[in-house]
């Protein structure tokens, strides 16, 4: 992060990211288009899910399929799953150890306190790994997922197994919005245009329209006209803007300020109590809205699996056609956008996907400016572990998650 002040004032901050490119869109080129929901969700180890459900979108509207609302609901409880297992993670492993003074969560954890905190954190996440691992096949990676459904549908029994271990976590998640309530968060807001998927009647996670704070509603075929990626010079990863507007922000907080409405109450009661009010603008208050989005997740979860029957069949043939297909999800980080055009042959000829992480990029660079500005007279060290505490707001991916930053300040 380089950081040009002149004069007192911040003239300048550039967030460069220089991760080698890994090439999907491109591996995707020639691939059967049953393939896509295998090969990209191991762009993620943490929300593979997300990806797999994009594609499978996408693939399906190129196709003219439409699941049943059996399928439909299957693939929403798995996505809970990953819902509860990422939020949980950053919350407790990434985030907390901030607000609460220590360096990483190892400390956290060898803290008499903080090793509670840490293994509340664990078995929250170790809830959302459990549906993972029975509806997707695996916690890492699933490999029951397939274009048209699944390959196998659980029981109903084996779903109304994950009950009991669901309720235990929807007490850890409403004592873990208690508890992140209680932080202190530093007086900060953006201006930022909020982009998320939305659902009436239900708090969007597998579809939903695109809709923003400043009145765009619009449908994932529609994505492309309205977000405009651009390469920028100090950095391989993509900026994102929405045309004729500029930058945007989405996930959580965009989630919660669009939908906050269509929260179970549960949730909803869980909100107020925390203080969160009809939306949210400060960064720093993201931790507090994941945990509000983990009592919603387990919550929905045990809704599912209150109403579950096995979907028969569990998966629909999806028979190639040429066209072109687009869809969009609600990953833990915000909205992931998938296109892809196959051909007669059932091939694909080109794919394009835009995870949230590059889509904050500018919004987090804006930010991180404004907020350098009031903190020039911290030394290089202490501002460092500020910006990276900020950086961390967005939990923009694991690399940069972690305690990363190297900061250069040019102070004229």
Request: aromatic content about 8%; some cysteine.
């Amino acid at each position: 992060m380089h950081v040009k002040v002149r004069g007192g004032a911040v003239q300048d901050v550039r967030l460069e990211i220089y991760e080698p490119p890994r090439f999907f869109e491109a591996l995707l080129r020639g691939r059967r288009h049953t393939e896509p929901p295998d090969i990209t969700a191991r762009i993620c180890g943490i929300c593979p899910v997300a990806y797999q459900m994009s594609a499978c979108l996408a693939i399906e509207a190129a196709c003219g399929i439409e699941v049943s609302d059996a399928v439909t609901d299957l693939r929403r409880l798995l996505y809970c799953g990953e819902w509860i297992e990422s939020h949980a993670l950053h919350i407790y492993l990434l985030h907390a150890p901030d607000f609460l003074g220590y360096a990483s969560a190892l400390d956290l954890a060898r803290n008499g306190r903080g090793t509670g905190l840490v293994e509340r954190g664990l078995k929250l996440k170790k809830a959302g790994n459990a549906i993972m691992e029975l509806v997707g096949g695996r916690a890492i990676h699933p490999v029951n997922v397939r274009v048209g459904g699944f390959y196998r549908a659980p029981s109903k029994t084996e779903v109304a197994s994950l009950a009991e271990n669901l309720r235990v976590a929807l007490d850890l998640a409403l004592d873990t919005v208690t508890w992140a309530a209680g932080f202190e968060f530093p007086d900060f807001h953006h201006d930022h245009e909020m982009l998320a998927l939305v659902t009436p009647g239900q708090y969007a996670i597998d579809r939903g329209t695109v809709a923003s704070t400043g009145g765009l509603s619009f449908g994932p075929a529609e994505f492309e006209d309205y977000v405009i990626e651009e390469q920028v010079p100090h950095s391989t990863a993509l900026h994102a803007r929405l045309a004729g507007r500029g930058r945007y922000l989405t996930g959580p907080t965009a989630r919660y300020t669009l939908s906050r409405q269509w929260l179970s109450p549960l949730a909803r009661q869980a909100a107020d109590a925390a203080g969160l009010g009809a939306d949210c603008r400060n960064p720093f208050r993201s931790i507090l809205v994941r945990a509000v989005e983990v009592v919603y997740a387990v919550d929905e979860a045990l809704r599912l699996i209150d109403r579950y029957e096995p979907p028969a069949p569990c998966y629909l043939e999806v028979p190639p056609r040429a066209a072109v297909g687009h869809g969009a999800t609600e990953a833990p980080r915000g909205v992931l956008f998938h296109r892809y055009a196959i051909d007669a042959a059932g091939l694909i000829t080109s794919a394009r996907i835009v995870p949230p992480t590059s889509q904050n990029q500018a919004s987090i660079e804006d930010d991180l400016r404004r907020f350098v500005g009031d903190r020039l007279d911290l030394d290089d060290q202490q501002l460092t572990r500020q910006c990276e505490q900020a950086i961390r707001n967005y939990d923009p991916c694991i690399s940069c998650s972690t305690h990363f930053l190297d900061l250069t300040v040019d102070r004229g």
